[in-house]
């Protein structure tokens, strides 16, 4: 009866433990992290040398063995000492496929982390696309380059159509209004000629002041952000194009022929995996079989082999377009900021102008804490993507 509690304690405690396992894979799986990667890459590439070590240690001592049987028996029973020398052929056979198994098996550890890396990084890049598609920077430029966008300037306007002297009346075409230069420049001009005493020509100055100055001051600086923050998203639309070439390629390595959304959207990359699995036991069977060439050379263990370093320099350009960013939106943040004249025209500068710079400061977080990935760089990357067990 004891023995059978004990037996029924066993079972449950083994239960609890696969449940525990299943909760923690699937937590992994919701959470995909570089860290996480490589620590699943270090135990599996562990259990894979284990297990091959153990059968490959065997075999040096059974190698042993038989050198030293063959030393006992040569120049005295020729028969034995060539069955002995056979026996160690065929140990040296086995243990040469075993080696050649076990990196293989490495080899396709290595290959599926090289699938978790591509997903990791589209997934980025998807990040990306939606935060530059969702930015007000274009909207806020826009607004901020055109005096004609502000309440004040657009009420000083209206004062000067109603006052001007009608000796310099003239209105300015429609064109060169959207041209925050001449337009400024038409006003102003308008004030100082207009029939108002000096001290009222002073006051609407005054009121326009600001917004004239910032414009003009600010209208290329303001345009370099417009522009270069398109280039950035430009950008990112090619790496994300380039992401989706490069699965293509790394998953026809091993017969699957999905695109990378398609596997997305399906959750199919238990499927990529079943095509490794087919694939190397094809490469496997080959090369015990003799029926094809040796595994060392064989045409698809060297395109999988292959595929696993242009993931590496696919991560090079990612990581070099992450740093261009984040230079990039630096230097906005340093132009929005070194405005001579913002804590005199404070008042007078517009809430798209204080939203424009909370917009560059939350993107530059982004880029350094979302987006940014400094540990796929460096020796755990070369260590993953090489298949450096310790």
């Not at 209206?158 to 060169?176: F, I, Q």
């Not at 095509?275 to 050379?297: F, H, V």
């Not at 900021?337 to 939350?362: H, R, V, W």
Request: charged share 25%; net charge negative.
């Amino acid at each position: 009866m004891k023995n059978a509690v004990s037996v029924c304690l066993k079972l449950v405690g083994f239960a609890l433990c696969l449940s525990a396992a299943a909760t923690t894979s699937a937590t992994t799986n919701d959470s995909l992290t570089f860290e996480q990667i490589f620590v699943d890459f270090k135990s599996e590439a562990r259990s894979e040398r284990d297990f091959f070590y153990q059968k490959q240690q065997k075999l040096h001592l059974q190698l042993q063995a038989v050198s030293i049987e063959m030393e006992h028996l040569a120049n005295k029973k020729k028969r034995r000492f060539y069955l002995a020398l056979e026996r160690k052929l065929q140990l040296m056979e086995n243990l040469e496929a075993l080696t050649a198994k076990s990196d293989l098996g490495i080899l396709k550890i290595r290959y599926r982390k090289g699938i978790d890396l591509i997903r990791l990084m589209y997934e980025k890049i998807l990040g990306l696309d939606h935060h530059f598609t969702g930015l007000h920077t274009y909207q806020y430029i826009h607004a901020l380059s055109n005096p004609h966008s502000y309440p004040a300037f657009e009420k000083a306007k209206e004062a000067l159509d109603k006052n001007k002297n009608k000796r310099y009346s003239m209105r300015l075409p429609g064109l060169l209004e959207s041209n925050p230069f001449v337009a400024a420049t038409f006003t102003l001009v308008s004030v100082l000629l207009g029939e108002n005493s000096q001290t009222e020509k002073e006051v609407e100055v005054d009121k326009i002041a600001c917004i004239l100055d910032f414009t003009l001051r600010m209208n290329a600086d303001l345009n370099i952000i417009r522009n270069e923050t398109e280039f950035l998203k430009n950008a990112n639309q090619n790496l994300k194009v380039e992401c989706e070439r490069l699965f293509v390629e790394y998953a026809k390595a091993v017969g699957y022929h999905a695109t990378l959304e398609e596997c997305r959207l399906q959750d199919d990359w238990e499927g990529l995996f079943e095509k490794l699995d087919e694939k190397t036991q094809s490469i496997e069977d080959g090369s015990a079989n003799g029926d094809g060439p040796s595994l060392s050379l064989s045409k698809d263990l060297v395109n999988i082999e292959f595929a696993t370093q242009r993931v590496s320099d696919f991560i090079t350009k990612y990581s070099n377009f992450i740093g261009q960013g984040i230079q990039y939106y630096q230097k906005f943040d340093h132009i929005v900021n070194t405005y001579q004249n913002e804590g005199t025209c404070q008042e007078q500068l517009p809430s798209q102008f204080t939203e424009l710079k909370a917009d560059i400061k939350s993107t530059i977080d982004k880029f350094c804490n979302t987006y940014n990935l400094p540990e796929i760089q460096g020796s755990r990357l070369k260590d993953l993507m090489y298949g450096v067990v310790d």
